[in-house]
């Protein structure tokens, strides 16, 4: 009986660990499910044309196809892994916005970069729209918010400083910047009220329509930045922006022609439009280690589409502190530093180095109308933007 009753209680034992073990693996599994650590769900197809709505992550084996307006919704994020490829089509109406309070996460490597460009078999200018980000980071205004300007239903601004959009690291964007009209048209990538919680380093904008880039406020940085023939301004912003640019280089090739009537190096506006001028938070920005480059040949001296307006233009009340700032080139700018606007000049307290090289002026260094601005001078031995970061773009300089 002994004998038996032992027997019985190894089997009983054997079971119970069994059991145990079991209940382990389960205990596990849930408690891996309750804290949130389910895998993210990679996007089914190769087509982007639709509002995402809840967390997803793209394939970097598959090549995407943007056919139509993609807006990752209030609480999503979009996760784009490196060495991603999406190629649009369909002009104005394709674009990818972030929403207010979603992210995306587009983390490319130097080897593997992401690539945002045209579907098109000989691609240009304004191919398709752009990227947009929309934040809750200040803007300058009689509100704290504004609308987005290709899409008037989605809202911009508010008041985290510190808002976070999300992550953009070697990301390229190739001829972006379609338009509906003269007034509603893309940049390459649209910043608006994007908060410094947002990581944007390492990007590259080329053969763009309109603006490579555009701060609409909002508090976000910008480091290492490069820039090729944009149809428009370089570096542009408005609305409030109080962010860093750090080392940035644009550039206007022989070949370039501009549709617009006066194209920047650098544009920015202390508030939109000029129409509130005396709104608190006017832009104040910095940048630094910035080249700007116009080799573009022009016909005579008013030929517009191959001369620059003015290498830097600062007005409408912003406060501009730019430092080792390099204009270089063949070509030819109608101004090297414009401080004024009808709608109201530079802040006088905005501080300016800017070193020209070859570029011609063909009016006058510094434009200063009737304003006082005694820290912008034009001079010194400033070597601008370290290109050493853009290698990674192939791009010869």
Not at 188 to 215: M, Q
Not at 329 to 341: E, H
Not at 363 to 377: A, D, L, M
Request: charged share 15%; with cysteine; glycine share 12%.
């Amino acid at each position: 009986m002994r004998i038996k009753k032992y027997q019985f209680n190894s089997l009983k034992s054997e079971k119970m660990k069994k059991l145990l073990f079991v209940l382990a693996i389960a205990t596990t599994i849930f408690t891996a499910c309750t804290d949130d650590e389910d895998p993210i769900p990679v996007f089914s197809g190769d087509t982007l044309n639709s509002n995402i709505t809840s967390d997803v992550t793209l394939d970097a084996s598959v090549t995407y196809k943007l056919t139509g307006p993609v807006k990752v919704k209030t609480g999503a994020t979009l996760t784009i892994p490196a060495g991603t490829v999406i190629k649009a089509s369909g002009g104005f109406s394709s674009y990818i916005l972030v929403e207010q309070g979603a992210k995306i996460m587009a983390e490319g490597t130097a080897s593997k970069p992401i690539k945002f460009t045209s579907a098109a078999s000989s691609p240009a200018a304004a191919d398709w729209g752009g990227l947009i980000i929309n934040g809750y980071a200040p803007i300058s205004g009689p509100t704290t918010t504004g609308l987005t300007e290709i899409d008037n239903s989605e809202v911009y601004g508010g008041t985290d400083a510190s808002d976070n959009s999300g992550v953009l690291k070697y990301v390229i964007l190739e001829y972006t910047g379609a338009q509906s009209s003269d007034n509603i048209e893309h940049n390459g990538l649209t910043l608006n009220a994007v908060g410094s919680g947002t990581t944007i380093e390492n990007i590259y904008i080329t053969y763009g329509g309109d603006d490579a880039i555009e701060f609409f406020g909002g508090t976000v940085s910008v480091k290492n930045l490069l820039v090729i023939n944009p149809d428009d301004d370089m570096f542009d912003c408005t609305q409030g922006w109080s962010g860093t640019l750090d080392n940035a280089y644009g550039i206007w090739t022989s070949t370039y022609s501009s549709t617009e009537k006066d194209p920047r190096g650098i544009e920015a506006d202390g508030n939109f439009d000029g129409l509130y001028p005396t709104a608190s938070g006017q832009s104040n920005f910095i940048m630094k280690n910035i080249t700007m480059v116009n080799n573009a040949v022009p016909a005579s001296d008013s030929d517009k589409t191959k001369i620059m307006n003015c290498g830097i233009k600062v007005r409408r009340g912003a406060t501009a502190t730019i430092t080792n700032a390099l204009l270089k080139g063949t070509g030819k700018a109608f101004y090297y530093i414009d401080m004024t606007d009808d709608l109201g000049n530079g802040n006088a307290a905005s501080a300016i180095s800017l070193t020209v090289s070859g570029v011609t002026a063909v009016t006058s260094n510094i434009k200063t109308g009737t304003g006082t601005f005694p820290n912008v001078s034009v001079g010194g031995s400033n070597t601008g933007a370290t290109t050493s970061a853009f290698a990674w773009t192939g791009y010869s300089f």
